[in-house]
Nanobody, 119 residues
Framework: QVQLVESGGGMVQAGGSLRLSCAAS????????MGWYRQAPGKQRELIAI???????NYADSVKGRFTISRDNAKNTVFLQMNSLKPEDTAVYYC?????????????WGQGTEVTVSA
């Protein structure tokens, strides 16, 4: 019913930038929170940025000042602009949205996009 498709991952040198996108499609009445998570090899998945429908934003300390989350409600899309990338940012990045479809809110995940930052 609902699908989240991510794009924009890849390989970059330290100090470089990447922009991730995540677009939702399907039966969508409304989207509340949109967020980005990442999971590095051997580590747990962690929340790095979240934006509410009202525009409230929070970042993990590890990315604050370097990453920017934004959303385009008309396109059901969330973005993550990543600047000043570091090797420790290497991970699989996942988007997550809380979406109202049918009569209830559900959480949906993207398939993940890999980001590799070389020293």
């Amino acid at each position: 019913q609902v699908q989240l498709v991510e794009s924009g991952g890849g390989m970059v040198q330290a100090g470089g930038s990447l922009r991730l996108s995540c677009a939702a499609s399907g039966t969508i009445f409304s989207i509340n929170t949109m967020g980005w998570y990442r999971q590095a090899p051997g580590k747990q998945r962690e929340l790095i940025a979240i934006i509410t429908s009202g525009g409230n934003i929070n970042y993990a300390d590890s990315v604050k000042g370097r990453f920017t989350i934004s959303r385009d409600n008309a396109k059901n899309t969330v973005f993550l602009q990543m600047n000043s990338l570091k090797p420790e940012d290497t991970a699989v990045y996942y988007c997550k949205m809380t979406i109202l479809n049918s009569l209830k809110w559900n959480a949906y995940w993207g398939q993940g996009t890999e980001v590799t930052v070389s020293a």
